[in-house]
């Protein structure tokens, strides 16, 4: 019975010995960035009407508020805001209609691939209407990582009034682009900033840089 008891504390000791070690391998697992992914450019042309009833956005702040989230999830692209009260550039956009042309990284599978190459023909007489070559480089595969992205309050420069503006990308663009879902937690409450929100976590997939970007680092 001793020598039961004798080993038993031994192989506790050496558990606990090793506790800290596995920790540190978890935390180091838990931390390491993903693998990378291939992935190509996909094209898209999305378009909303923007209804809000708390935040009014002028028609030029309201494109460059969108630009800036749409680049934090890995995607170029070009806003456009169409209303009859975008006459200007500074004026209030009410119910605007949202026009986005973007350019998002999708995992490069077969399906994306035959996704994207459908509309081959009409890209290359686009081309060719514009005078110009359809760069292979921009059909090239490349390496991307999926990476968390924040689009809560304090982060971005979102603040409580962008609540219904962030709400409407989660439920119009976010689904069409290649992004995943952490913490959707975001609820807007009509003519009224609510304190916290919004609080919406996501996983999207971004462009690795490139070997020369890196070193302009």
Same mark, same amino acid.
């Given at each position: 019975?001793? +020598?039961?008891?004798?080993?038993?504390?031994?192989?506790? $000791?050496?558990?606990?010995?090793?506790?800290?070690?596995?920790?540190?391998?978890?935390? @180091?697992?838990?931390?390491?960035?993903? /693998?990378?992914?291939?992935?190509?450019? +996909?094209?898209?042309?999305?378009?909303?009407?923007?209804?809000?009833?708390?935040?009014?956005?002028? =028609?030029?702040?309201?494109?460059?508020?969108?630009?800036?989230?749409?680049?934090?999830?890995?995607?170029?692209?070009?806003?456009?805001?169409?209303?009859?009260? =975008?006459?200007? @550039?500074?004026? %209030?956009?009410?119910?605007?209609?949202?026009?986005?042309?973007?350019?998002?990284?999708?995992?490069?599978?077969?399906?994306?691939?035959?996704?994207?190459?459908?509309?081959?023909?009409?890209? /290359? !007489?686009?081309? +060719?209407?514009?005078?110009?070559?359809?760069?292979?480089?921009?059909?090239? @595969?490349?390496?991307?990582?999926?990476?968390?992205?924040?689009?809560?309050?304090?982060?971005?420069?979102?603040?409580?009034?962008? =609540?219904?503006? %962030?709400?409407?990308?989660?439920?119009? $663009?976010?689904?069409?682009?290649? $992004? +995943? !879902? $952490?913490?959707?937690?975001?609820?807007?409450?009509?003519?009224?900033?609510?304190?916290?929100?919004?609080?919406?976590? %996501?996983?999207?997939?971004? @462009?690795?840089?490139?070997?020369?970007?890196?070193?302009?680092?």
């Amino acid at each position: 019975m001793r +020598r039961e008891g004798n080993l038993l504390r031994s192989t506790l $000791v050496a558990l606990l010995c090793a506790l800290p070690g596995l920790l540190v391998a978890a935390r @180091a697992a838990e931390e390491a960035p993903p /693998e990378p992914v291939q992935a190509i450019w +996909r094209y898209q042309e999305l378009a909303f009407f923007f209804q809000t009833q708390t935040t009014f956005y002028s =028609c030029s702040s309201l494109e460059a508020k969108l630009e800036r989230i749409l680049k934090l999830l890995g995607a170029t692209a070009q806003v456009r805001v169409r209303s009859v009260d =975008c006459q200007s @550039a500074g004026h %209030i956009a009410r119910m605007p209609r949202i026009i986005i042309n973007v350019h998002a990284p999708v995992e490069a599978t077969p399906e994306a691939y035959a996704e994207r190459d459908k509309n081959k023909s009409t890209r /290359e !007489l686009a081309a +060719r209407v514009r005078g110009e070559k359809e760069d292979p480089e921009a059909l090239a @595969a490349f390496p991307a990582q999926w990476k968390h992205v924040s689009l809560s309050r304090g982060k971005a420069n979102l603040e409580a009034g962008d =609540c219904e503006l %962030i709400d409407e990308l989660r439920r119009k $663009v976010l689904p069409k682009l290649s $992004v +995943r !879902l $952490v913490k959707d937690n975001t609820h807007c409450t009509p003519h009224q900033l609510t304190i916290g929100q919004p609080q919406l976590e %996501i996983e999207a997939l971004i @462009a690795m840089p490139k070997p020369d970007e890196k070193d302009k680092k």
